[in-house]
């Protein structure tokens, strides 16, 4: 009761800057989830530079509100257009769109407006009342322990890679490479410099991910000549139906599931909306009431991803709170945030921290509101704006990249670094590696190699603390069955692989 009232207070605390930034915040989400080739990672991400002048409170209220937003705006024209704005509103078109196409758009946009409030609220008391209870939890744990999860958190970017586990492990190692450029946290000692002064400061993480998301999209993007035209067929009458209490009721299971287990892939480091959307939309089609139907313009089928997808953003910083491992990627450029206004998430941040934390949640909330409010008033405007060329909207990206960058320490180096990561991102795009591992292991491994060290010094370079400690003992047990998982998985899309080989040669 404490942390709601807490929240109450800090809420009507808000003056009216804080307001303004909170409606801002929500309605630049919802554009940047609207706008096709600008994802809301990305729209968090250009936020950062304008964070850097503003109070803790402000800086994490608007990119708190990006990040809610973001994960809706992009089903109005998934479900109108057939242009899904966000990876995360795929599965919507596969259901959303022919439910519009049938004349039942209205509907489709009151289900998805209706799922995405359910599932934000829902895992915003997750976040409430489960993540200090967890904080006491980790408060017990040592740098074993620590060391532990960060391999769990490494290691399940692999198992959730929907593409070749081979080039996202490659991609997680080279993520993980690039992190040990620089001077060396524990020992203080110049590593990989190759004499370069562009390298000697290291590669801050936020650079790579500013180069590979934003920048690299944006070089992506022209590289296909910007390809998709959004303006075409653009529905007359748009509105939004609100389903109903029994409406509700019927599709409860839907929404259960969807909040389910957006909850639960928010908590995975590396998974977040997309993830979420589209696990949940395979349990409706394999599993759901009205599952014959999902795929054929069910409601179920925009339900289940859509409640998903909002419902990882709030669960998302229960592991960035209390490990300081995001469990998505916006939810890491909101810990560069924290960084960089000194504030250092741990088990101790709600003990020593409580109006900061009241604060986190306070935006989650409002925000979350704000996203359905708009999200209704606002559909027919949003649509219209996918008029503005895309090209026009890329000058803005990159204009946004190259101020971040800089401003991030006032370096050219991190200005050069981030246009190489430009480069990279756009190869791995083209080759197919994922871009997830290789910003998960540059942010987690520093963290991965000093708890490895620290536990080394502390207990004499024994490796067997890692089994012989229960926690951390089971913890391994836990990271044995994932790499069994991974394996499994990389064997059987080897073998599946092989077999369609064999049948195309026989044809």
Same mark, same amino acid.
Do not use: C
């Given at each position: 009761?404490?942390?709601?009232?807490?929240?109450?207070?800090?809420?009507?605390?808000?003056?009216?800057?804080?307001?303004?930034?909170?409606?801002?915040?929500?309605?630049?989400?919802?554009?940047?989830?609207?706008?096709?080739?600008?994802?809301?990672?990305?729209?968090?991400?250009?936020?950062?530079?304008?964070?850097?002048?503003?109070?803790?409170?402000?800086?994490?209220?608007?990119?708190?509100?990006?990040?809610?937003?973001?994960?809706?705006?992009?089903?109005?024209?998934?479900?109108?257009?057939?242009?899904?704005?966000?990876?995360?509103?795929?599965?919507?078109?596969?259901?959303?769109?022919?439910?519009?196409?049938?004349?039942?758009?209205?509907?489709?946009?009151?289900?998805?407006?209706?799922?995405?409030?359910?599932?934000?609220?829902?895992?915003?008391?997750?976040?409430?009342?489960?993540?200090?209870?967890?904080?006491?939890?980790?408060?017990?744990?040592?740098?074993?322990?620590?060391?532990?999860?960060?391999?769990?958190?490494?290691?399940?970017?692999?198992?959730?890679?929907?593409?070749?586990?081979?080039?996202?492990?490659?991609?997680?190692?080279?993520?993980?490479?690039?992190?040990?450029?620089?001077?060396?946290?524990?020992?203080?000692?110049?590593?990989?410099?190759?004499? =370069?002064?562009?390298?000697?400061?290291?590669?801050?993480? !936020?650079?790579?991910?500013?180069?590979?998301?934003?920048?690299?999209?944006?070089?992506?993007?022209?590289?296909?000549?910007?390809?998709?035209?959004?303006?075409?067929?653009?529905?007359?009458?748009?509105?939004?139906?609100?389903?109903?209490?029994?409406?509700?009721?019927?599709?409860?299971? =839907?929404?259960?599931?969807?909040?389910? !287990?957006?909850?639960?892939?928010?908590?995975?480091?590396?998974?977040?909306?997309?993830?979420?959307?589209?696990?949940?939309?395979?349990?409706?089609?394999?599993?759901?009431?009205?599952?014959?139907?999902?795929?054929?313009?069910?409601?179920?089928?925009?339900?289940?991803?859509?409640?998903?997808?909002?419902?990882?953003?709030?669960?998302?910083?229960?592991?960035?709170?209390?490990?300081?491992?995001?469990?998505?990627?916006?939810?890491?450029?909101?810990?560069?945030?924290?960084?960089?206004?000194?504030?250092?998430?741990?088990?101790?941040?709600?003990?020593?921290?409580?109006?900061?934390?009241?604060?986190?949640?306070?935006?989650?909330?409002?925000?979350?509101?704000?996203?359905?409010?708009?999200?209704?008033?606002?559909?027919?405007?949003?649509?219209?704006?996918?008029?503005?060329?895309?090209? *026009?909207?890329?000058?803005?990206?990159?204009?946004?990249?190259?101020?971040?960058?800089?401003?991030?320490?006032?370096?050219?180096?991190?200005?050069?670094?981030?246009?190489?990561?430009?480069?990279?991102?756009?190869?791995?795009?083209?080759?197919?590696?994922?871009?997830?591992?290789?910003?998960?292991?540059?942010?987690?491994?520093?963290?991965?190699?000093?708890?490895?060290?620290?536990?080394?010094? =502390? *207990?004499?370079?024994?490796?067997?603390?890692?089994?012989?400690?229960?926690?951390?003992?089971?913890?391994?047990?836990?990271?044995?069955?994932?790499?069994?998982?991974?394996?499994?998985?990389?064997?059987?899309?080897?073998?599946?692989?092989?077999?369609?080989?064999?049948?195309?040669?026989?044809?």
């Amino acid at each position: 009761m404490d942390t709601l009232a807490g929240v109450v207070q800090t809420i009507l605390s808000f003056d009216v800057t804080l307001w303004a930034l909170l409606v801002l915040g929500t309605l630049l989400g919802l554009l940047i989830g609207v706008l096709p080739g600008l994802t809301f990672v990305m729209g968090v991400l250009l936020i950062l530079p304008f964070t850097y002048g503003m109070d803790v409170d402000a800086s994490l209220i608007v990119m708190v509100t990006v990040y809610v937003a973001g994960t809706y705006g992009g089903a109005i024209t998934a479900i109108l257009l057939r242009v899904p704005g966000e990876p995360n509103h795929v599965p919507l078109l596969w259901d959303g769109y022919t439910m519009s196409r049938r004349g039942q758009g209205a509907q489709a946009l009151g289900w998805a407006a209706t799922s995405a409030l359910v599932g934000g609220l829902v895992s915003w008391l997750f976040l409430a009342f489960a993540a200090q209870p967890f904080a006491q939890i980790a408060l017990s744990f040592s740098s074993v322990e620590y060391f532990v999860i960060v391999l769990l958190g490494l290691t399940s970017v692999l198992a959730l890679s929907q593409g070749s586990v081979l080039k996202a492990f490659i991609s997680l190692i080279g993520g993980m490479l690039l992190a040990t450029v620089g001077v060396d946290s524990v020992y203080g000692e110049l590593r990989f410099d190759f004499g =370069s002064p562009v390298l000697q400061s290291g590669v801050d993480w !936020i650079v790579v991910m500013i180069g590979v998301y934003s920048l690299g999209e944006v070089v992506t993007r022209f590289a296909n000549r910007f390809g998709g035209d959004a303006t075409t067929q653009q529905p007359e009458r748009i509105r939004t139906v609100v389903p109903g209490p029994k409406a509700l009721w019927e599709r409860s299971g =839907s929404l259960g599931r969807g909040v389910l !287990i957006g909850s639960l892939m928010g908590t995975v480091p590396g998974a977040g909306a997309t993830v979420g959307s589209f696990v949940a939309y395979g349990l409706e089609r394999q599993f759901g009431k009205y599952r014959r139907d999902v795929g054929n313009g069910s409601p179920a089928g925009v339900i289940g991803p859509q409640a998903a997808s909002t419902a990882t953003v709030a669960s998302a910083f229960i592991p960035m709170l209390v490990l300081g491992i995001p469990g998505s990627a916006s939810a890491a450029v909101i810990l560069g945030a924290l960084l960089l206004h000194d504030v250092q998430p741990g088990p101790d941040i709600f003990r020593t921290q409580p109006e900061l934390i009241h604060t986190i949640l306070a935006a989650l909330l409002v925000g979350v509101v704000l996203m359905f409010v708009a999200g209704l008033l606002t559909a027919k405007p949003m649509i219209r704006i996918l008029k503005v060329p895309e090209p *026009y909207v890329a000058v803005f990206i990159v204009l946004f990249s190259f101020i971040g960058a800089f401003a991030l320490r006032n370096s050219m180096a991190d200005v050069w670094l981030m246009v190489a990561f430009a480069g990279l991102g756009t190869l791995m795009n083209r080759f197919g590696f994922p871009i997830s591992p290789l910003v998960l292991g540059a942010i987690l491994g520093p963290l991965a190699e000093r708890f490895f060290l620290t536990s080394m010094i =502390s *207990y004499a370079n024994d490796l067997t603390v890692f089994v012989t400690r229960p926690i951390s003992g089971a913890l391994m047990g836990v990271w044995v069955l994932v790499v069994a998982l991974v394996g499994l998985q990389a064997f059987r899309r080897s073998r599946t692989a092989i077999t369609s080989r064999h049948e195309g040669d026989a044809r």
